[in-house]
């Protein structure tokens, strides 16, 4: 599958991320007719759409059942309550992610305990892992970033033996394959949010939990709507976080376009990795053998990130910083008592990475510009 190629001319201002070229081909129209019939049958929650999608993305997966709810992190936060976490109960998550990952373990009761990344995938340290677990140890929560999966078959064989569960933060990675499993596929359940800039995004915020167990399944619905399996019957506390109809109904439209699209990431991760090999010291991110990542983000890295990203937003190219503080040097979780120097690998990451454009539709004078930017940065020395 190759880019759309744009004319020749003078360099394209590059955005970091674009969501207009794939409203393109008459989606943006659908959407606005799906979204005037709502505005009809007024079923603005539990609408038809909503059990539609949730039986798309279940097919999808791979996985026997769906539950659409507000967010990723609701969805990772009502997995862990529902698969029966206790207060106090230990989660292992890894030191590079996104802050959400930790606020679910805390907010549905539990401890994070941090394990490093590893150079090879930028994801959870098996070995580390392993190491960490203890008397508390309830759940390994890695998570899949960047859109490229972590070692589900190294850290199924630390979970197995010691009888935890393994919840996958799949937030990133609708669609991404490694070692014969699927984001999602693994785990006892696994949360994907909708956020706009996903790979595959809502109009707004939406998520989905999927899981092969349809008790979990069950609890999760009845926790997504106040604790209610029958109106009214509220048989524990719950929340109100369902996935609203109309977010249904734009994910509806798009699921049967996320594999294209993440065949135009991979195309544009292709054109990148031809043409940032060897500049100065800069290195592309990893990708295991047996692994297909679907490129939420494409992440270089160099000891010059920031004269980098200087740099280039002079050319008009925007980039992104994912993410500058790891989570256990953040404020909010200074209380799990971890210091700088803790997770080396992790927060080497945090001050080295870069994430370039990506996003479907990207073209490839698009792509161009910023290999040839990124080559004039290193040239200039
Ligand atoms: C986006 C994201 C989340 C949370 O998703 P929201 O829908 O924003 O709540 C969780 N984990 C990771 C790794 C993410 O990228």
């Known amino acids: 599958m190759s ?12 955005p970091f991320l674009d969501l207009d070229p794939a409203l393109g081909g008459g989606l943006r129209e659908a959407i606005l007719a799906d979204v005037g019939r709502l505005l009809e049958s007024h079923a603005y929650t539990n609408g038809p759409q909503v059990s539609a999608f949730e039986r798309a993305f279940a097919h999808f997966v791979g996985t026997r059942a769906c539950v659409g709810v507000a967010s990723g992190l609701d969805a990772l936060r009502l997995a862990l309550i529902a698969a029966g976490i206790e207060r106090g109960d230990e989660v292992i998550v890894p030191a590079s992610t996104f802050v959400a990952t930790l606020e679910a ?19 959870m340290d098996v070995a580390a892992a392993g190491a960490a677990v203890g008397r508390r140890t309830r759940f390994l929560l890695p998570v899949h970033l960047y859109g490229q999966l972590a070692d589900l078959r190294g850290l199924d064989a630390v979970a197995d033996p010691a009888g935890l569960g393994i919840v996958e933060d799949a937030c990133q ?9 699927v984001a999602g596929g693994a785990g006892l359940a696994a949360a994907f949010s909708f956020y706009p800039g996903k790979n595959l995004g809502a109009m707004g915020d939406a998520g989905a939990l999927v899981t092969d167990d349809a008790g979990l399944a069950e609890r999760v619905r009845a926790l997504r709507e106040h604790g209610q399996r029958a109106k009214y019957r509220h ?18 439209r798009k699921l049967p376009l996320l594999d294209g699209w993440n065949e135009q990431r991979r195309a ?3 054109l990148y990795a031809q043409g940032l090999a060897g500049l100065g010291d800069l290195r592309l991110p990893p990708v295991p053998a047996g692994s297909e990542p679907v490129w939420h983000l494409y992440v270089v890295r160099t000891s010059r990130r920031d004269d980098l990203a200087a740099f280039l937003a002079e050319q008009r190219i925007g980039t992104g910083l994912h993410y500058p503080v790891p989570p256990h040097l953040s404020p909010a979780y200074s209380g799990l008592g971890y210091g700088k120097g803790a997770f080396p690998v992790a927060e080497a990451l945090s001050e080295e990475l870069l994430s370039l454009p990506m996003f479907p539709g990207i073209s490839e004078t698009q792509v161009e510009a910023v290999v040839d930017a990124v080559a004039e940065f290193f040239r200039r020395g």
């Not at 048989?235 to 509806?252: C, I, K, P």
């Open 235 to 252: 048989e524990h506390e719950g929340w109100t976080s369902r996935l609203d109809t109309v977010q249904a109904v734009v994910l509806l």
């Open 3 to 14: 880019l759309p190629a744009l004319a020749r001319g003078e360099a394209p201002s590059v």
């Open 268 to 270: 544009a991760a292709r």
């Open 105 to 123: 373990v805390t907010q549905a009761g539990g401890r994070p305990v941090v394990v490093d990344v590893t150079e090879a995938d930028y994801n």
């Open 173 to 181: 990675a609708h669609g991404a394959r490694r070692d014969g499993l």
